[in-house]
C-alpha cells in the first residue's frame, strides 16, 4: 500500500487456479482473503485492482482433456468457467479475471522470453530427472519421500529431453541480496525464512520449454517453433498481465503495490522464480508475497489429488454466505494450517454469529423502536459508564487498520468481538429495562440506547470487508446507511444522526443443530453417585467467574491455565484444551467450585475448578443467560 501525493494504491492478486478440477474450500479460503483485504482498502480511500482468474496449460490439463474425451481448449472453457461463476456467490469483488489462453496474455508472455532470450538468459540444453506432472516439474532424489512426490503421493516419471532453460542461477546472490534487504518481501517471515533455506544451495537454471513432440498444449515459444513454453513461465506472467505490461497507465501504478496472495506449496515458484524472471526482463519485482497455510481435513492437506476436498457452495447454501465468509477468516491464522470441520464452522456461527453479534443487534434494535418508537434518540452527556464504550469504540479502526497490515485476520475480528461483549456489557450495567420505568430516566435511557445504536453503526463497519451483506442490514437497520461508512467515519464517536430511521429485522443468523452423518453413540445410562445431605452440599462454594486470560499448559494438549475474575483474580487450570482454544474462552462466564483445596497440575497450582458438562464426546462449559457479577454465588 501506497501514498503518492493524494493518491493511495492497493494491488491484491489470488494464484490463478489450474483448471484440471472444480474449486474447492483451498481456493475459496484464497480469493475471499483478497477480497476482505480488497473490500477493506477500496472502502478507506485506496485506488484498489483485485484480479483472480484460471492457469490453463501445461500437461495435467491435457491429461484430464485426455480422459474426459474432448480437447485442451474445451476442458479448460468448461473448469474455467466453473470458477468465474462461483466468484459472485461468494461476493467476490474481483476487478478482473484472467484466463493464461486469453490473447492479450499469450503475447505478453511471448513479449518477455524474447526480451530474455535476446539478453542472453535463456539457452538450449539437456536434462534429465524425475518429472511430478501432478506439480509439472523435475524433482532432484533428496526431495523425493519414499521416491514419491511429498504432496502428490506417486512416484515420479523418470524423463530425458532436450529444452531451453532460463539462466536462473545467474540471480541468485541477487535475490538473497534483495529478500534480506527487504524483510516483509515474503510474509509471515517462515516462509521468507524457508526461501532463504531454498538458496543456501546452488540455484539450478530452470528448464523452461516442453518439446511440441509430447505436449502441443501451451504457448509457442517465440523463438523455436517447436517448443511451448513450461506452464510456470506463463502463469506467473499473468500478474502483470491483467493490468496492462508494459505500457498501460494501470501497470505503472498497481504493480509498484502489488500482494500476491499464495498457498505455501507454490512458495518456490512464486518466491524464487517469479523474482529472478521479473529481474531478467527489466521489470521490477511484487510488493509483498504473502503466504498462508493448509486447509487439512484429519490432518491431510486439502487437494483435489488425494479427493479429500470440500466444495464452498455445500457448505454456503447450507450455512449462510456471511457465516461462512466468517468462519474461513476467523479460524485460520494467517500462514498457518488450520483443520476444517463441519462442526467447527457450526460452533462459529452459534456462538460468534447467533449467540454474540445475532443476539446484541436484535436486543438493541428491539429497545431503541420499543421506547423510541422508529427514530434514534439523541445523547444528553456522557457519563462515567459511556466513556470506556466510546473510547473502546474510536481505538478499533486503528487496531483494525494494524492487523490488516500485517495480515492478522483473526486478530481484527477478535478485537471487533471484544467490542460486541463489551457493548452487551455495557447494556446489562446501563439497565436502559430499569430507566424506561422511571419518568426521570427517560434522558439517561436515550442517552444510553443512541450509544449502543451508534455501537451497532462501529461494529458494521469494521465487519463489512468479512460479512458485507450482514453489515449492510445493521447499516440499513440503524438508519446508518449510505456512501461514506468507512474507518474514518467512525475514528470519532457521534456519527450516528438522531432522528436517523430505526427498524427492528429479521434474526441475522439462526440458531443451527449440528449433526453428524454417523449414528450418534447412545447414551449411556444414568448412574446417580452416593446421596450426600443438605449440610454436604452447602459446603460446595459455586461462584461466577469471567475468564480474563488463557494459554494452553506447556507440554500438556489438554490442560489450560486461566486467570479468572472471581471478585479477586486467581489462577485455575483446567482439562478443556480439546475442546476450546485458548483464545476463545477470554470473555467468558463460567462457574467455579471456589472452595476447592489447591492442587498443582503439570506445576501450575490451581485454586478451584471449573464445571462443564459433556456434550458427546466434548465437554461444554457452563455458562449463564444474563451476565453475573463476579464471584456472584451459585443457589
Known amino acids: 500500500m501506497k501514498e503518492s501525493g493524494t493518491e493511495k494504491v492497493f494491488y491484491v492478486t489470488t494464484p490463478i487456479y489450474y483448471v484440471n478440477a472444480s474449486p474447492h474450500i483451498g481456493h475459496a479460503y484464497t480469493t475471499v482473503v483478497a477480497d476482505v483485504m480488497a473490500r477493506f482498502y477500496r472502502n478507506n480511500g485506496y485506488r484498489t485492482f483485485f484480479m483472480t482468474g484460471t492457469d490453463e496449460h501445461g500437461d495435467k490439463i491435457a491429461e484430464a482433456a485426455k480422459k474426459a474425451g474432448i480437447t485442451p481448449k474445451e476442458y479448460a472453457d468448461r473448469i474455467s468457467a466453473q470458477f468465474r461463476a462461483l466468484w459472485p456467490q461468494l461476493n467476490i469483488t474481483n476487478d478482473y479475471f484472467i484466463r493464461t489462453t486469453d490473447e492479450n496474455h499469450v503475447r505478453t508472455v511471448r513479449h518477455i522470453l524474447q526480451k530474455v532470450y535476446d539478453a542472453g538468459d535463456i539457452y538450449f540444453g539437456k536434462y534429465e530427472g524425475y518429472y511430478c506432472v501432478g506439480c509439472e516439474r523435475f524433482y532432484t532424489e533428496t526431495e523425493l519421500v519414499d521416491g514419491k512426490c ?18 536462473m542461477s545467474r540471480y541468485q546472490d541477487w535475490l538473497i541480496g534483495y529478500i534480506r534487504d527487504n524483510p516483509d518481501f515474503i510474509r509471515p517471515e517462515r516462509y521468507r525464512n524457508e526461501v532463504l533455506a531454498f538458496l543456501r544451495e546452488p540455484l539450478e537454471d530452470l528448464c523452461i520449454s516442453r518439446p511440441k513432440s509430447r505436449l502441443t498444449w501451451g504457448i509457442t515459444l517465440p523463438f523455436d517453433e517447436n517448443y511451448v513454453t513450461y506452464v510456470w513461465f506463463d502463469a506467473l506472467i499473468n500478474y502483470i498481465t491483467g493490468i496492462g505490461f508494459p505500457d498501460r497507465e494501470e501497470f505503472r501504478v498497481f504493480w509498484p503495490e502489488s500482494n500476491h496472495l499464495i498457498a505455501k506449496d507454490i512458495v518456490k515458484p512464486h518466491g524464487i522464480f517469479w523474482p529472478t524472471m521479473l529481474k531478467a526482463a527489466g521489470v521490477g519485482t511484487y510488493r509483498h508475497l504473502n503466504v498462508h497455510g493448509y486447509w487439512n481435513i484429519e490432518q491431510s492437506k486439502m487437494s483435489k489429488s488425494l479427493g479429500n476436498v470440500v466444495r464452498p457452495l455445500d457448505l454456503k447454501d447450507k450455512y449462510g454466505l456471511d457465516a461462512f465468509r466468517y468462519f474461513l477468516l476467523r479460524d485460520m491464522v494467517f500462514g498457518l494450517d488450520s483443520n476444517f470441520s463441519e462442526e467447527a464452522l457450526v460452533q462459529r456461527l452459534n456462538s460468534d454469529l447467533a449467540n454474540d453479534l445475532g443476539n446484541l443487534v436484535s436486543r438493541v434494535l428491539s429497545m431503541a423502536v420499543r421506547y423510541f ?61 430499569v430507566l424506561a420505568k422511571k419518568p426521570e430516566g427517560r434522558e439517561r435511557l436515550g442517552t444510553v440506547i443512541y450509544n449502543v445504536l451508534e455501537a451497532l453503526r462501529v461494529i458494521a463497519v469494521l465487519i463489512e470487508p468479512f460479512m458485507p451483506d450482514t453489515a449492510g442490514k445493521i447499516l440499513a437497520w440503524t438508519g446508518a446507511g449510505g456512501a461514506g461508512q468507512n474507518l474514518d467515519s467512525i475514528r470519532k464517536w457521534g456519527g450516528l444522526k438522531p432522528g436517523a430511521p430505526v427498524k427492528r429485522g429479521e434474526a441475522l443468523f439462526p440458531r443451527v443443530e449440528f449433526k453428524k452423518e454417523e449414528e450418534a453413540p447412545a447414551r449411556p445410562a444414568f448412574k446417580s453417585k452416593p446421596e450426600i445431605t443438605l449440610d454436604e452440599f452447602q459446603k460446595v462454594d459455586l461462584r461466577a467467574a469471567k475468564i480474563v486470560a488463557a494459554e494452553a499448559v506447556q507440554g500438556s494438549s489438554k490442560l489450560v491455565k486461566l486467570r479468572i475474575d472471581i471478585g479477586e483474580e486467581r489462577t485455575i487450570v483446567a482439562g478443556i484444551g480439546l475442546d476450546y482454544k485458548p483464545e476463545d474462552l477470554v470473555g467468558k462466564w463460567i462457574v467455579v467450585v471456589a472452595n476447592l483445596k489447591p492442587a498443582k497440575l503439570m506445576g501450575v497450582e490451581s485454586k478451584g475448578m471449573l464445571l462443564a458438562a459433556s456434550a458427546g464426546r466434548e465437554l461444554s462449559l457452563l455458562s449463564f443467560d444474563k451476565e453475573p457479577e463476579p464471584g456472584g454465588s451459585i443457589k
Do not use: C, M
Request: proline share 8%; glycine share 6%; aromatic share 12%.
Open 373 to 433: 418508537g422508529e427514530k434514534a434518540p439523541g445523547p444528553s452527556g456522557t457519563a462515567e459508564s459511556d466513556r470506556a464504550l466510546i473510547g473502546r469504540a474510536e481505538a478499533l479502526p486503528r487496531e483494525v487498520e494494524a492487523a490488516f497490515q500485517e495480515l492478522g485476520f483473526h486478530k481484527a475480528l477478535i478485537a471487533i468481538w471484544e467490542f460486541i461483549n463489551l457493548t452487551n456489557k455495557y447494556i446489562v450495567e446501563a439497565e436502559p429495562w
Open 150 to 167: 511429498p504432496d502428490h503421493k506417486v512416484a515420479p516419471e523418470y524423463r530425458e529431453e532436450s529444452n531451453y532453460f532460463f539462466r
